[in-house]
Nanobody, 119 residues
């Protein structure tokens, strides 16, 4: 069983920064891919950033140059550094891990952490 716990959300002014954390509990392997998604009411969940077990990263165009995803395998933790935040970045941010080497590529989700960007 895998549990993901996100933290670090909160209220920030436009132009500010936040760092989200996603700590994984259970049998999570270093070759797991981790992704950050976000969702606002009435919209589908969208992928923001991802990092593979080898450290390759990818980002949504809307956050490139502002957000950075990283991982600390020793701590079983993935981070999302968010800079130059905009009101449109406000959302609930979810962490996902994917067992890329297992049949069916099972994935697990955290409960989310809310980010509010407002003056």
């Amino acid at each position: 069983q895998v549990q993901l716990v996100e933290s670090g959300g909160g209220l920030v002014q436009p132009g500010g920064s936040l760092r989200l954390s996603c700590e994984a509990y259970g049998s999570v392997f270093i070759d797991n891919t981790f992704n950050w998604y976000r969702q606002t009411p009435g919209k589908t969940r969208e992928m923001v950033a991802g990092i593979t077990g080898s450290g390759s990263t990818n980002y949504a165009d809307s956050v490139k140059g502002r957000f950075t995803i990283s991982r600390d395998n020793a701590k079983n933790t993935v981070y999302l550094q968010m800079n130059s935040l905009k009101p449109e970045d406000a959302a609930v941010y979810y962490c996902q891990t994917v067992f890329t080497t297992r049949p069916g590529r099972p994935s697990y989700w955290g409960m989310g952490t809310k980010v509010t960007v407002s003056p």
